[in-house]
């Protein structure tokens, strides 16, 4: 392979403009050759700012570039695991913006061809490349939680829909609301953290409360593109709790719109030895020794990795592996065991009973 990873982006919306292009913009080892985007306009003008000469319209074009080694998915959710079938039985690489599918039996797919191919398959995972993310794996890998046996994660909003009408609110499209748009978010950072258990039964609850509600307090609430006459066919607050193979187990908690006190992200752990807990509201991190009330500011000066965004740390990370054989940090069956959880949720949701994942 040659020394620089040459990358087509399938997808010119939001996450591509402002996290995709601009991380790849900054690596020396990697030259985007090709935008693709349905929206022929939105390719054209990513490349243009940044210099790239190819755009399609048609993913399948941009697939048949003989000088492509990789392709990174930005489209709705619900072409994820078939753009990324294609793309991998091409022989390329792919890394793919969250959720890894819509549901588990096209999760299963994208592992499958990934496998059989002998490709890199690496789903974003921004969250985990936090500074309080990376200090909190070593801290835990160093022993000094014992077992982590109990957790608790979620992303709450007051208000803060996105893209409402659009695919975002569009069930076949988006696959769901908060929990498949931000679960994958804090879930896996937890199960990370927690040294990634398999799932094994989960139970759970879904509301739309909002849908007729235009009131935001949120940045977020412009991610995505509205319609006014579009549909809102998704929940607003999921909650539910998941146990793992191991004996632990997690409580989690998420919503676009919620009559809350303030927006969040957070995570919280307990272990025999301490727990830890984090929120955006404070981005302080939290530990608890078995003392009373013991608590630390544990976090050092760590070098955020020559100031890349979590976004921009993850796709450098793809890139590693691919050029230079590092480790993944991410593996296909991480996502499927992550879209597993998702649809049982969903069903325990629409039954009122537990699922066996």
């Known amino acids: 392979m040659s020394k620089k990873l040459k990358v087509g982006i399938i997808g010119a919306g939001g996450i591509a403009t402002i996290a ?18 349905i929206v022929p306009e939105k390719a054209k003008t990513l490349a243009e700012k940044y210099n790239v000469s190819l755009t399609f319209e048609n993913y399948m074009d941009l697939l048949a570039l003989p000088e492509l080694d990789a392709v990174d998915i930005c489209t709705p959710n619900y072409l994820h695991s078939t753009i990324a079938v294609a793309a991998l039985e091409k022989g390329l690489h792919v890394f793919c913006e969250k959720p890894d599918a819509i549901s588990a039996k096209e999760a299963e797919k994208m592992q499958a061809a990934a496998e059989k191919g002998g490709k890199v398959l690496m789903v974003m995972r921004n969250n985990r490349y936090m500074r309080i993310s990376k200090f909190l794996k070593k801290y835990i890998e160093d022993g000094k939680m014992g077992e982590i046996y109990a957790a608790r994660c979620g992303w709450q909003r007051r208000r803060g829909i996105p893209g409402k009408g659009g695919w975002f609110t569009t069930k076949e499209q988006s696959g769901g609301g908060p929990l498949i ?5 804090m879930i896996d950072l937890t199960m990370w953290l927690m040294g990634n258990p398999k799932p094994v039964s989960v139970s759970g609850c879904t509301y739309m409360k909002f849908a007729d509600s235009d009131v935001s307090d949120s ?12 549909v809102f066919d998704v929940e607003d607050l999921a909650m539910g709790f998941i146990r793992f193979d191991n004996g632990a187990c997690m409580q989690i908690e998420f919503s676009w719109a919620s009559n809350i006190e ?33 608590t630390a500011d544990y976090l050092p000066n760590i070098d955020n990795d020559a100031g890349l965004s979590i976004h921009g740390l993850n796709l450098r990370h793809f890139v590693d592996v691919v050029l230079n054989g590092a480790e993944p940090a991410f593996v296909p069956e991480q996502g499927t065991n992550m879209v597993k959880i998702l649809e049982a949720i969903y069903e325990s949701a629409k039954t009122g009973k537990e699922v066996i994942i």
Not at 181 to 185: A, C, I, K, S, W
Not at 219 to 230: A, I, L, P, Y
Not at 278 to 288: E, H, K, R, V
Request: charged share 30%; proline share 1%; with cysteine.
């Open 181 to 185: 748009d931000l679960g994958v978010h």
């Open 20 to 37: 995709h292009m601009p991380a790849y913009a900054g690596m020396e080892n990697v030259e985007v050759v090709a935008i693709c985007d």
């Open 219 to 230: 940045e977020h609430s412009d991610f995505g593109e509205k319609k006014d006459d579009g």
């Open 262 to 294: 303030k927006e969040q992200r957070f995570f919280e752990l307990r272990g025999t030895k301490s727990g830890a807990k984090w929120s955006s509201a404070t981005n302080q991190l939290g530990i608890y020794e078995e003392a009373y009330g013991t």
